[in-house]
């Protein structure tokens, strides 16, 4: 009677102990993982930028004419102001790596006239670049919110170039088509919203040479007056962007 008595009790500290444990297993239980938000550049966007810009003019003379003196004469200045304008484009993801296609136009206010350093007394040289358009290929390298960036393609602009005296004036207009490369880093500040700073390189090369006539400012003005130059237009940029991009993030568990 007594061995029975003690295994009875032995069977019910066993499934005490059990059920105790049971109560307290959840008090130890491992805290669910936290969900991380994986970024993700892959997506449509557009934007605003703005910024700087600068110019070289070069004036490039074949010949003796009537707004230089010798053959060989070259003449260059600078020209700098505000460029703004929009983008739009898009980016693919692929581990660490984004490509992308980039379209974007922008105003400029580039317009100066100086002295010219041949008739300083009569002459003056006018460069006006209005606006610059640029299709781009990118490649970046995606590190979470950070993207740092390429870019290279095509450019265009519309370039107005004047020599003009107390009588007459030589003034050409070309739609250019040239190149550009440059750089940037974006931050992506949320899911939508991309902050970013890039600078530019534009080369339109050398335009409007060979023999061109001068026009009449005057009644009395010499007729038949001819100038054969050239000439070459490169810019820089600086520029602030901010873009929306269509959707958001992937989320993970960890």
């Known amino acids: 009677m007594k061995k029975i008595a003690l295994a009875a009790a032995a069977v019910s500290m066993m499934f005490t102990g059990a ?5 307290m297993a959840p008090r130890y239980a491992k ?3 936290p969900v991380v938000a994986v970024w993700n550049w892959t997506g449509f966007y557009i934007g605003a930028h703005a910024g ?3 110019s070289e003019s070069r004036y ?5 004419g009537h707004y230089n003196l010798v053959a060989g004469d070259s003449f260059r200045y600078n020209t700098s102001g505000f460029m703004g304008g929009g983008h739009a484009g898009y980016n693919w993801q692929t581990g660490q790596f984004v490509l992308g296609i980039e379209g974007s136009i922008s105003y400029t206010d580039l317009n100066r006239t100086v002295i010219s ?3 300083p007394a ?3 040289f006018r460069t006006r670049q209005e606006w610059i358009a640029t299709v781009t290929p990118r490649l970046g390298i995606a590190s ?7 870019k290279g393609g095509v450019a265009f602009s519309e370039i107005n170039t004047r020599i003009q005296d107390n009588f007459d004036y030589n003034q050409r207009n070309d739609t250019r088509v040239g190149w550009t490369v440059g750089g940037g ?5 949320t899911q939508n919203w991309i902050l970013g700073v890039e600078g530019n390189y534009y080369d339109f090369g050398r335009c409007c040479g060979g023999l061109s006539q001068s026009a009449l400012l005057a009644t009395n003005a010499p007729a038949g007056v001819f100038s054969n130059h050239s000439t070459y237009v490169d810019n820089w940029s600086v520029l602030g962007r901010v873009s929306y991009k269509f959707g958001g993030p992937l989320v993970a568990r960890y």
């Not at 059920?19 to 109560?23: I, P, R, T, V």
């Not at 490039?60 to 003796?64: G, K, L, N, R």
């Open 19 to 23: 059920a105790s444990a049971a109560d």
């Open 31 to 33: 805290a669910p993982p």
């Open 52 to 54: 700087w810009t600068e």
């Open 60 to 64: 490039d003379f074949a010949t003796a």
């Open 117 to 119: 350093p041949y008739f």
């Open 122 to 124: 009569s002459d003056t």
């Open 144 to 150: 979470g919110q950070w993207l740092f960036y390429v």
């Open 185 to 189: 880093v974006e931050w992506m500040a």
